[in-house]
């Protein structure tokens, strides 16, 4: 049996499918939660049972302390005459291969997934990539303040954000135009005081995100299948945060969270094209940056149905395990076999899957969230911190309406227990 590491900042889903699978699976994450299911062998960063507040992710998280604990994995292995060294290792959000440095540079070639993601996690060197060849917003990286306000001078009648150069999940992203650069104080702080060369000017695209799950092996690619993505932004919120998705896409998940129903509709828009010229586009891209395994494109359909590309997630997505609930299958199967030269047979969806991400918009006292539907749940007694993630709701049923009932139903019983 072989020795299977995961890795990064949520592992929960992950070993959920490896203790399907013949491994002997072992984990390292930053979060633990009520639900995770143990494997062999796991370490983590958060110990939700002896702190009385699980603080601020953005604040307590660093790669540096996922290699300690990894660090301290090999050291026990190496200390037990029953243990072998890791034969694989899966990484989540918040790694990569290449962060395997120094004396752990050695497993990067066990690492099953992108080696180099050099060119998609660099924004800017990702839109230079594509501008010519594919659909992408207008993207700069001014130098300071000036420049800036040139850029929005040139382009009056576009709206801007201002996004981190690397990072994903949509945290750190500003929404501009030039009446707010110039009459908005919090704006103009902001602009004055962050550091330019970490950030992208991009173009704004009003419309609905979308995106597109693909699995790759080094000769082919496959579209497995397109949803709705969730921003908290479409969710109302002044915030562009990560917030879930419905899959598969379809005339009703596309709906959803739609607030611009009668541009949308005047289009004569059609969903088979749609999901058409994303599997493609997808395919295409995947190849062009020669990526491996499981990977996610993100999308904007805006208001005109033009489909702009925003950014590719290397690595295993949100969708996870929407996609195992839909397709019934199992996805770190799927996503370690196409790194070594196989793709499974995948099952068209068979229901609607949804996750919604609740985030704590105050500091939250957490109750027993032991609740049908709900995951990555906190420990009992425990506080939440103000805009930290607080727990992820996932539904699934044939009648999309019946899911987001259903998803409805617990979101409200998580209310009811927390103070």
Not at 395 to 413: G, V
């Amino acid at each position: 049996m072989e020795n299977l590491l995961i890795m990064g900042i949520d592992t929960r889903p992950m070993v959920n499918s490896a203790l399907k699978l013949n491994y002997k699976t072992f984990s390292i994450s930053y979060f633990k939660t009520v639900d995770f299911q143990l494997p062999y062998k796991e370490k983590h960063v958060l110990d939700q049972e002896s702190v009385i507040s699980c603080g601020r992710f953005e604040e307590n998280y660093s790669q540096e302390k996922l290699f300690l604990l990894f660090d301290e994995l090999l050291c026990e292995n190496e200390n037990s005459s029953d243990e072998k060294d890791i034969d694989k290792i899966v990484l989540t959000t918040g790694l990569n291969a290449s962060d395997f440095s120094g004396k752990f540079k050695k497993y990067q070639k066990i690492v099953r997934g992108n080696k180099n993601t050099e060119n998609v996690e660099n924004k800017l060197k990702f839109y230079n990539k594509l501008k010519n060849k594919f659909n992408v917003p207008l993207t700069f990286q001014p130098s300071d303040m000036h420049e800036l306000n040139e850029i929005l001078q040139q382009y009056p009648n576009n709206q801007f954000i201002l996004k981190p150069l690397q990072g994903s999940g949509g945290l750190g992203i500003f929404l501009l135009n030039n009446e707010s650069c110039n009459n908005n104080n919090d704006t103009n702080s902001i602009l004055q005081n962050i550091p330019y060369e970490n950030y992208i000017l991009q173009e704004y695209v009003e419309g609905n995100s979308v995106s597109s799950s693909v699995l790759s092996s080094h000769d082919t690619q496959k579209n497995l299948i397109n949803t709705r993505l969730i921003t908290e932004h479409d969710l109302g919120k002044n915030s562009f945060e990560y917030s879930g998705n419905i899959l598969p896409l379809d005339e009703n998940s596309i709906k959803m969270f739609n607030r611009n129903q009668t541009n949308f509709e005047k289009n004569n828009f059609n969903i088979n094209e749609l999901n058409k010229e994303m599997k493609n586009t997808s395919e295409d891209l995947i190849r062009e940056f020669g990526l491996l395994g499981s990977n996610g494109i993100d999308y904007i359909l805006d208001n005109d149905g033009d489909l702009k590309i925003i950014e590719i997630n290397p690595r295993l997505q949100g969708t996870y395990e929407l996609v195992e609930n839909a397709c019934g299958i199992n996805m770190l199967d799927a996503h370690i076999k196409a790194c070594e030269g196989e793709i499974i047979d995948i099952p068209d969806a068979n229901q609607y899957s949804i996750k919604k991400i609740i985030y704590a918009r105050k500091q939250l006292n957490i109750g027993n969230l032991n609740i049908p539907n709900v995951y990555d749940i906190p420990y009992e007694g425990v506080k939440i911190e103000k805009d930290q993630p607080l727990v992820t709701i996932i539904s699934s049923d044939r009648n999309l309406d019946t899911a987001m009932k259903n998803l409805k139903i617990a979101e409200n019983q998580v209310y009811e227990n927390i103070d």
